[in-house]
């Protein structure tokens, strides 16, 4: 008896703290709703006067209860809500309802992705006054209008094998006026909870659980603007024995954090909802052994919502937890301290092997991307670079808005907010470099032009060059996305003030240059009329990118980034002992077509192979969105990087793949890894008539040296190209998505590169990468001469490892610098003549140069 007691009286504590009732703030009004919810979309809610305000009106409209959910057990439920129309008129309604989604669930059983795109039983009001549960055509129950001010209770409790699901609603005096019940079985009240608000045609609820399982359907849903439902919601309560608490999973007002640490500088922008109205101080907080200290304040940006640090002088020598403090009434009034922890790793710099994750391409299939988070965590790496594409337009459903500028970035910050969901476990102690591209700042594709304005959307205005977006927008993406990088190489804004962020890092002894690809790129409909270039494509089968789009005047990185990689690779201080750039995309076209295609856009996008399948009807393209255009400004980014012996990592193309790029020569220039896209929705492939040129031995058809469209040199050694696996969901595997892991060997100075497919788990035993990866390299691979001419062999005595600079003294060009390991070498060269060796320690101060050193041919 004792015990059954006991056991009662655990219940109803566990039902007890459960029990949840909303409590939105008097005299506040904002966007964001409070930790406990997350709104879609983010810009057509706000709170206001102590009520949740769906004030635009639109399909689908849904505000969901994050730190809730029904469990599977057996259970009851109950629930209500005030609500009333905004309107204080009595216009008749048209389509949609008001009301309740029990039972919420997306298609990758995960609560984030139920919260995003989520399905469940819909219960409430209909647009004509009909109660309904599921389906508006069972309805038996209709109260009149105007829905000023009502209350509806749903609840729910076992009956048999099923539930007996009971809708009311009621007056605000609390009498009936309505009340319809249905029979629903387990699974429908199993999952998340919500508030819908939703314009339109009302579908029967929930669709068929294969329907929610495919995550192509929640793409299908009815979420466009316009309408007549708009509704407030207040005292929405949630009790009952299904019910149970995840408080962990509150989202805010801190949602994320990115940083980074590069010579003794900390950088790091706390990334907070639009808690509009609160106070604008953020604060960080390190923690020692007298507790939390605090070292910096920082103001919220009212447009970018970030708070960004900058704390020189810092203690690299050790991990530091840290946390973001933001200090705002809770809704009651009272202050509270909101904090967001984490930890600043010490800086590697004697780790024998430094580790890069990078990615690209990070649309929503597959939301949250839990099993990318896991499985980039298994390679425990060091540093992580975001090459762009973090968000796409069509992320999160509810399509794109452009103006207003608030509602525009209230839009975007609703889909950065996705991406941060998604890694915020990963950057919270991991640094990172993020750098911003065409997607998100609202592009196709971007020439920016040296950041001018492009009058029109579309292929008409981002043809012309620069940007479409207000420079306030793309500064605000910026902000949010690349603040935390250390400070830009040359801080002076482009044109409308548009700001660069362009610049190095150095961690763990890898020097990274982190360039801005698309912000000086000249567009090619205008540098080359004659192709008739529409969105990167050439309309003028006359036109030959190889022979005829290498323009004089065209830019790529334009003269300020260039100057920055001539500098950057002769540095080598700090105890760097490795360079690698890193940019939005490649330079090279490492893609076919059908022959005779203009476009990526009219041929089928999805050619998926099964394995060991060829299409023998494909050639080299020339997309002017590549960097292998323009082809001059190509080649003086290469040889720039070529001086310091830099990989380059990048990403964009959607395609993974690992090539060296050449110049005057095949293989005269840098190494490069294209990583596949995270979420693929828009596959390409490289499926060449022909096998490469001096193909190696047991490699595979599509390997070997090539002219890409453009006829630029490049060397293919393995592609990630989509091929049909049986692995679920197809719609996200056959797409080849997926990440690229990058390691750095201090000992030997080998790098390794991996793309690695996104289904497969690397922890499992005998896990490979894609086909034809692993692949390692030397250092010196990225451009090192290899044959012909060589000077006398440096011998430095008594200095380890120094710097050695070799210069052409016929027209005093630098030809490499790297630090050597040990403390000789015999320097190669391109061609013959003289040359001057600067033999440096640049941390100690040490030189010593040795003038008129001849070159010798080698045989």
């Keep these: 008896m004792k015990r059954a007691s006991l056991i009662a009286l655990l219940v109803c504590a566990a039902a007890a703290a459960a029990e949840f009732q909303s409590q939105w703030p008097k005299g506040v009004e904002r966007p964001w709703p409070g930790p406990d919810y997350w709104t879609n979309p983010l810009q057509d809610w706000r709170i206001r ?11 689908d409209r849904n505000a969901f209860l994050l ?18 129309r905004l309107e204080s008129d009595t216009a008749p309604l048209k389509q949609g309802f008001v009301g309740f989604r029990v039972g919420v669930r997306g298609a990758f059983k995960h609560y984030a992705d139920s919260a995003v795109r989520g399905y469940g039983l819909n219960a409430g009001l209909a647009a004509d006054g009909r109660l309904f549960i599921g389906r508006v055509a069972d309805s038996t129950a ?38 319809v019940q249905a029979q629903a079985p387990d699974a429908w009240l199993t999952g998340g909870l919500a508030l819908v608000c939703s314009s339109g045609v009302i579908e029967d ?106 704390v020189p002088a810092w203690d690299d020598t050790r991990d530091t937890p840290y946390r973001v403090l933001h200090r705002m009434p809770d809704p009651a009034g009272r202050p509270r301290d909101y904090a967001f922890e984490g930890t600043i790793r010490r800086d590697p710099v004697d780790k024998p092997r430094i580790v890069v994750a990078a990615f690209t391409g990070n649309n929503d299939l597959g939301f949250p991307h839990a099993d990318v988070v896991r499985s980039v965590s298994y390679f425990k790496p060091d540093f992580l670079a975001y090459t762009g594409d973090q968000i796409y337009e069509r992320v999160g459903e509810y ?20 991406f941060g969901w998604e890694y915020r476990d990963l950057l919270k102690d991991i640094p990172a470099v993020c750098l911003p591209d065409d997607h998100d700042v609202y592009h196709g594709n971007l020439w920016g032009a040296g950041g001018r304005h492009a009058e029109g959307t579309g292929f008409q205005g981002q043809d012309k060059g620069g940007y479409t977006m207000p420079a306030a927008f793309v500064n605000a993406v910026q902000r949010t996305q690349s603040s935390h990088h250390p400070d830009p190489y040359d801080p002076t804004p482009v044109e409308q003030g548009i700001t660069v962020y362009y610049g190095p890092v150095l961690y763990g002894g890898v020097s990274f240059a982190v360039i801005e690809d698309r912000k000086w790129k000249s567009p090619p409909r205008y540098a080359v009329p004659k192709g008739d270039i529409v969105n990167g494509w050439a309309q003028n089968p006359a036109y030959d990118a190889a022979r005829d789009g290498d ?43 059908p022959k005779g295609a203009t476009s990526d856009n009219v041929t089928p996008k999805l050619r998926v192979t099964r394995p060991g399948e060829y299409p023998e009807d494909e050639a080299p393209v020339a997309d002017h969105d590549s960097n292998g255009w323009p082809q001059s400004a190509r080649n003086r980014a290469l040889r720039a990087m070529r001086r310091g012996l830099a990989l380059h990592i990048a990403g964009d193309q959607h395609l993974g793949s690992t090539a060296q790029y050449g110049i005057e020569e095949f293989n005269d220039a840098a190494w490069a890894i294209c990583v596949p896209a995270v979420a693929n929705v828009w596959p390409r492939r490289w499926f060449p008539p022909q096998p490469g040129g001096n193909r190696k031995p047991g490699s595979l058809r599509y390997t070997g040296e090539y002219l890409d469209g453009f006829g630029n040199k490049m060397t293919v050694h393995a592609v990630s190209n989509p091929y049909m696996v049986e692995v679920e969901p197809t719609a996200l595997t056959h797409r080849a998505p997926g990440y690229g892991i990058v390691t750095f060997d201090r000992a030997t100075r080998k790098i390794t590169l991996a793309n690695w497919p996104r289904w497969v788990d690397p922890s499992r035993p005998g896990a490979t990468p ?31 490892d120094p710097v050695i600079q070799v210069i052409d003294q016929a027209g005093g060009e630098i030809v490499y610098t790297l630090r050597i390991r ?37 045989r």
């Design 551 to 593: 323009v004089p005047g065209a830019e790529l990185l334009g003269p300020r980034q260039e100057q920055f990689l001539e500098r950057w690779a002769a540095d080598w201080s700090g105890g760097a002992w490795m360079k690698a750039v890193i940019s939005q995309t490649i330079f090279a076209n490492v893609v076919t077509l």
């Design 67 to 84: 730190t809730r959910e029904l469990s599977a057990a057996r259970g009851d439920l109950r629930m209500s809500v005030k609500l009333g």
């Design 49 to 59: 006067d102590g009520r949740l305000e769906c004030f635009v009106a639109g399909g």
């Design 822 to 858: 040990g403390s000789s070498f015999t320097p190669p060269v391109f061609k013959e003549g003289l040359y001057t060796l600067r033999i440096t320690d640049p941390d100690k101060r040490y030189e010593k140069v040795l003038k008129d050193q001849p070159a010798r041919r080698v």
């Design 399 to 418: 399509g794109t808005e452009r103006a207003p500028l608030e509602t525009a970035t209230l839009d975007y910050l609703r889909k950065w907010y996705i």
């Design 770 to 800: 894609y086909e034809g990866w692993p692949i390692t390299i030397d250092q010196a691979d990225n451009g090192l001469p290899r044959r012909g001419w060589t000077l006398e062999k440096v011998e430095t005595p008594g200095l380890t």
């Design 205 to 310: 609820s929930p669709p068929p659980a294969d329907r929610i399982d495919d995550p192509g359907f929640a793409a299908k849903r009815g979420t466009q603007r316009g309408g007549t439902l708009r509704f407030w919601f207040r005292d929405w309560k949630v009790s009952g024995a299904k019910v149970t608490a995840h408080e962990d999973r509150a989202l805010g007002p801190i949602l994320f954090a990115m940083h980074t640490l590069s010579r003794k500088v900390l950088k790091l922008t706390a990334q907070l909802a639009p808690v509009d109205g609160a106070p604008r101080d953020v604060f960080l907080e390190i923690r020692g052994g007298a507790g939390w200290r605090r070292i910096g304040t920082a103001a919220i940006d009212p447009l970018s919502r970030t708070a960004t640090f900058r």
């Design 142 to 179: 209709t109260i009149p209008p105007p829905f000023h001010n009502l209350e509806l209770r749903l609840s729910a409790e076992p009956a048999g094998g099923n539930y007996r699901v009971v809708l009311q609603a009621l007056d605000a005096a609390g009498r009936t006026l309505g009340e």
